[in-house]
């Protein structure tokens, strides 16, 4: 294949990468005129067909609707062969990435956390993907991470018996059954390289390596030669993550620790859990105390002077905090953001329809305070079970709002997570009290303390 030429639809511009099973091309639609990427497979995997092989890796992906997860546009035959159309991500594998060492631990964070997220969207479906490896992780330019390459991927039975897609699934199924090694020997679980079954925790143990080799530039097992590291994965146990990087919260090497036990059972049954362990550990890591050196004793001269000095500093880091808490330029960091509907318990009249008030009220108090808000008819048209960062997404904020409404006596406890939408993680929450007894005046004073709580919080601009 040479750069130029037509395989249906599309024109190819430049080879990407190539592989033992084929080459992956940057190509340009006529159609919608948009650049995508074209993978070809040149040579089939064991028991399978190049045909195979990419419808198998299209109706995996495509069956998750997931802002980290590649999206698949089309799969076709041309005289080049098979071929499988997909989303054209502009920027690097996460492999390149681990080359320019070290990772802040903030951009770790942000990537492990986005990993979980597209891999839990994954698990949830029932879709197992079995071959995580930094090659198969794409770091968008604008902050987004994407997972590649479903291939190898195994649909679980209770999802296939949903799809009705028996089909896949024993195409699926053939290398485990036949004994045959499916991933990367570097990055796969004990059961994978014992050709045991696997399951969504196989996926948490290749999360464990590509998140401890991000937070301290090594692979955990790493030995001479892939057969010996393999070796090691099924026999060593690695050093803690505090070993090799210092700076790393326990609280964060604690939860990789548990991604890379032995036994399937003893990790995160699916990176749902790894992901919600890892949001919790980063939470507690930021508010947990820093250690305090034991004071020393100093002249009272320098007392004086370190008084003003840090008169000083007390001062400019206030305006600091003020300044930082805003984008270049004096832009507030969460612009905009939605008000979803708030959970309460549907056998309690109260709770419900403070639930539904306080969401119209907190729209018009968060205006007042100086954010853009998007309409509630606008977050209503989504529907409900909606997942707050695609909710994020789809209505084009900075942040989404949810929150719980319970009744206690008389009265009644609202708690309030605002979501990043770019990064899914919380960036705010908070609890506050309702008098049950007079529910109106109290839904609207609380609806103005919660949007000033998040002005100061995020340094949002008056109005």
Not at 254 to 268: D, G, P, S, T, Y
Request: hydrophobic share 45%; aromatic share 6%; net charge neutral.
């Amino acid at each position: 294949m040479t750069g130029g030429q037509k395989i249906g639809p599309y024109t190819l511009v430049e080879r990407l990468g190539a592989g033992g099973i084929g080459e992956v091309w940057k190509a340009r639609d006529s159609r919608l005129n948009r650049v995508v990427a074209i993978k070809f497979i040149t040579a089939a995997r064991q028991g399978s067909s190049p045909a195979a092989e990419l419808l198998r890796e299209a109706r995996a992906a495509s069956a998750l609707n997931h802002p980290n997860i590649i999206t698949i546009f089309d799969v076709g035959e041309s005289e080049a062969g098979t071929y499988l159309a997909m989303e054209f991500v502009e920027g690097e594998t996460l492999r390149l990435r681990l080359k320019r060492p070290p990772v802040p631990q903030e951009e770790a964070l942000d990537i492990a956390g986005q990993i979980s997220d597209g891999l839990a969207a994954a698990h949830r479906k029932g879709i197992i993907h079995r071959d995580l490896k930094p090659e198969n992780v794409m770091l968008r330019a604008d902050g987004y991470v994407k997972l590649l390459d479903f291939g190898l991927a195994k649909v679980l039975p209770w999802a296939q018996a949903a799809a009705g897609d028996a089909a896949t699934a024993t195409g699926s199924s053939l290398a485990t059954e036949s004994g045959q090694l499916v991933g990367t020997l570097t990055y796969m679980s004990p059961e994978q390289a014992r050709s045991q079954r696997v399951t969504p925790a196989s996926d948490v143990f290749s999360c464990g390596i590509i998140f401890y080799e991000l937070f301290t530039g090594e692979h955990p097992f790493r030995a001479a030669t892939p057969l010996d590291t393999l070796t090691a994965i099924l026999h060593s146990e690695p050093p803690p993550v505090g070993s090799r990087s210092t700076a790393v919260p326990e609280q964060i090497s604690n939860v990789i620790a548990r991604a890379l036990r032995k036994e399937a059972a003893e990790r995160f049954p699916s990176a749902e859990e790894l992901r919600a362990q890892l949001q919790q550990a980063r939470a507690a890591a930021s508010t947990a105390p820093a250690e305090v050196a034991p004071p020393r004793h100093k002249p009272r001269w320098m007392q004086a002077i370190g008084a003003v000095l840090m008169a000083a500093l007390l001062a400019g880091g206030a305006w600091l905090f003020r300044s930082s808490s805003r984008a270049p330029g004096g832009a507030p960091a969460v612009e905009s953001m939605a008000v979803m509907n708030f959970r309460a318990e549907e056998e309690d009249a109260r709770t419900a329809m403070l639930a539904r008030g306080l969401a119209e009220d907190l729209n018009a108090a968060l205006a007042r305070t100086g954010f853009r808000v998007a309409p509630g008819s606008s977050v209503a048209a989504l529907g409900s079970g909606v997942e707050a960062r695609m909710a994020g997404m789809q209505l084009g904020v900075d942040a989404v709002m949810e929150g719980t409404v319970r009744s206690y006596g008389n009265r009644i406890k609202v708690h309030i997570e605002l979501v990043s939408t770019r990064t899914g993680f919380q960036v705010w929450s908070g609890s506050f009290a309702v008098d049950a007894e007079d529910l109106l005046t109290s839904e609207q004073k609380a609806a103005a303390q919660i949007a000033e709580e998040i002005r100061a919080g995020l340094g949002a601009r008056g109005p």
